[in-house]
T-cell receptor, first 116, second 115 residues
């Protein structure tokens, strides 16, 4: 089966600009996650969708970050305006649903964002 | 609050030898899950192994085993017969009971396997 697709692979923007990332999960996976991985740290959950509803967005900086999952399939994550500290890899992952994460998410290859 | 601690920033191991990567966790939940993921230089996170807090036996998946010591709150990953392709970052993670699909990651250990 096809994996989790993310684009773009790399992005360089200036601070205060906006940027959007796209994720296409594995077909049939109800749960979609966006994680932020800052250099030298482990990934941190930003937002979790179950179909097109938000399950957990407690660590999403809502003043600048937004995410949506239209029709319960693809998702976009947007940052507006970007700050230097947003430089990170943004990982998208998907799973079948509740408790299926025990069998492991499937992660995409990530989008590496550099804010200058 | 739940927390994962990985105290080894880097580890070296010779090919075909076994290596243990340390992980301790902090939680007051009776129910939780523990995971190990591998992150090669290409960037994707690859699921390796899972251990539930109520599981009586240590989890094993091929050359990977999880040494689960509940009283000590440790969940060390043991890789047997290391291969050059095992060189990567390794992350320990935990899922809390309030959201069993959320993963809380440690800072990772970089493993380098040499011939």
């Amino acid at each position: 089966e096809a994996g989790v697709a993310q684009s773009p692979r790399y992005k360089i923007i200036e601070k205060r600009q906006s940027v959007a990332f796209w994720c296409n999960p594995i077909s049939g996976h109800a749960t979609l996650y966006w994680y932020q991985q800052i250099l030298g740290q482990g990934p941190k959950l930003l937002i979790q969708f179950q179909n097109n509803g938000v399950v957990d967005d407690s660590q999403l900086p809502k003043d600048r970050f937004s995410a949506e999952r239209l029709k319960g399939v693809d998702s976009t994550l947007k940052i507006q305006p970007a700050k230097l500290e947003d430089s990170a890899v943004y990982l998208c992952a998907s799973s079948l649903g509740q408790l299926s994460a025990n069998y492991g998410y499937t992660f995409g290859s990530g989008t590496r964002l550099t804010v200058v | 609050a739940q927390k994962i601690t990985q105290t080894q920033p880097g580890m070296f191991v010779q090919e075909k030898e076994a290596v243990t990567l340390d992980c301790t966790y902090d939680t007051s939940d009776p129910s939780y899950g523990l995971f190990w993921y591998k992150q090669p230089s290409s960037g994707e996170m690859i699921f390796l192994i899972y251990q539930g807090s109520y599981d009586q036996q240590n989890a094993t998946e091929g050359r990977y085993s999880l040494n689960f010591q509940k009283a000590r709150k440790s969940a060390n990953l043991v890789i047997s017969a290391s291969q050059l392709g095992d060189s990567a970052m390794y992350f320990c993670a935990m899922s809390p009971s309030y959201n069993t699909d959320k993963l809380i990651f440690g800072t990772g250990t970089r493993l380098q396997v040499f011939p």
